[in-house]
Every structure is written in C-alpha cells, then in structure tokens.
T-cell receptor, first 116, second 113 residues
Framework: DVKVTQSSRYLVKRTGEKVFLECVQD?????MFWYRQDPGLGLRLIYF???????EKGDIPEGYSVSREKKERFSLILESASTNQTSMYLC???????????????FGPGTRLTVL | GESVGLHLPTLSVQEGDNSIINCAYS??????FIWYKQESGKGPQFIID?????DKRQGQRVTVLLNKTVKHLSLQIAATQPGDSAVYFC????????????FGKGTTLSVSS
C-alpha cells in the first residue's frame, strides 16, 4: 500500500523559530512535493523535487527552503517562522513517467502548523 | 494566476441523488487531469484521472468527463452517499512544461440524509 507520512500532525511554534517539517514516502517515488493549504486558496505549491539533491521552486517559495538528501525523504524548512506561515502543510509524492511529472500524486495526512 | 478553477465553492445534495462537480481550465496544453477528494483532517486522496486523448472515464460510482473544446472537466458521482461529503479538487498537468500539478480551489460537497 502506498504510504506518505509526515512527522507531525499538529505543531505550534513561535515567531522567529526555525521549523522542520519532514516527509517520508515508501514507494520509491522520484518526485516529491510540498504544498500549503489555506481556506479559499486551495493547494499552493511551495517546492518540489525530481530527484535526490534536486529542487525546484513552486508558486510560493519565499520564506521556505527544502532538503532532499535521500530519495524517500523531503524536508521543508521555515528559516524564521512568521504568523503568516500558519497553515496546513501537505507533502506528496509521485513516480516519474517518461521523465516528467505526469502521474497522480499521493498525499500525506498533513501537518497543521500554528505560528504564535 | 490560477489556471484551474471550480464553478461553485459549495454543493449540497440529498443522499441518493447524483452529484456533478465542475471545473474549468484555461490552458489548452494541459494533457492530464485528476480529481481528488479531501475529507476533513486528511490529505487529498486520488479518485480518478483522465488523459487528454479521452473524453470520458468511469470508475466505481464516479465518471469524469473532459470537454477540450470548452476546457471543461466534470466529476459525476452516482447515488451520492453521506461518506462522499468532502472537498473535491480538480488538478491539471502540462506535461510538456514538465511542471507539477496545478490545483483548483475546491468544491465542498455536503450530502444530507
């Protein structure tokens, strides 16, 4: 069974803290993604990765960075958390098809981050 | 800007009715489309997908229709059940651009008994 796990379901941090969100997939997928989901705005892509040590900016990368040292793990880093980064963060993975991001994405359960 | 959107943010139906959730996309180069279902407190789950060389695809109680002429996608749910209550997202992929999926904002489906 396909599985994407995220390190925390709920997280509360203070403004200025460095925050790490971890995502692990067990499907040997090449592609991994980080989204944030906010009411009325849907899912917005922060960063994605096609392969180990590779990363691409999504639509809203500002204030975030990512790390992909191993194929199964994709980390999202908030260098200095701010209140406007309070959101639901969703990780996803997909297999590569003909070298492109073509197939369905499998999502983790999400991490609800609150920044005070 | 967003290239995928849904016509209605909410849809309320009675149990047993058929539901139709609509989605418009703006990029004619999109060649892959997915519908996701997201229940409260969970991540989105795949329902059904369709590629641009098809105009209809059926699953279990669900059908996706693709009209490339008007850039319209719909999800039909037959005999809607209370367990179908969720937010439904359509998403598109432009494989030639090698980009990730682009998601619409979602439609909240409420099913009453």
């Amino acid at each position: 069974d396909v599985k994407v796990t995220q390190s925390s379901r709920y997280l509360v941090k203070r403004t200025g803290e460095k925050v790490f969100l971890e995502c692990v997939q067990d499907m040997d997928h090449e592609n991994m993604f980080w989204y944030r989901q906010d009411p009325g705005l849907g899912l917005r892509l922060i960063y994605f990765s096609y392969d180990v040590k590779m990363k691409e900016k999504g639509d809203i990368p500002e204030g975030y960075s990512v790390s992909r040292e191993k194929k199964e793990r994709f980390s999202l880093i908030l260098e200095s958390a701010s209140t406007n980064q309070t959101s639901m963060y969703l990780c996803a993975s997909s297999s590569q098809f003909s070298g492109r991001v073509f197939n369905e994405q499998f999502f983790g359960p999400g991490t609800r981050l609150t920044v005070l | 800007g967003e290239s995928v959107g849904l016509h209605l943010p909410t849809l309320s139906v009675q149990e047993g009715d058929n539901s139709i959730i609509n989605c418009a996309y703006s990029n004619s180069a999109s060649d892959y489309f997915i519908w996701y279902k997201q229940e409260s407190g969970k991540g989105p789950q795949f329902i059904i997908d369709i590629r641009s060389n098809m105009d209809k695809r059926q699953g279990q109680r669900v059908t996706v229709l693709l009209n490339k002429t008007v850039k319209h996608l719909s999800l039909q749910i037959a005999a809607t059940q209370p367990g179908d209550s969720a937010v439904y997202f359509c998403a598109e992929n432009i494989s030639q651009a090698g980009t990730a999926l682009i998601f619409g904002k979602g439609t909240t489906l409420s099913v009453s008994s």
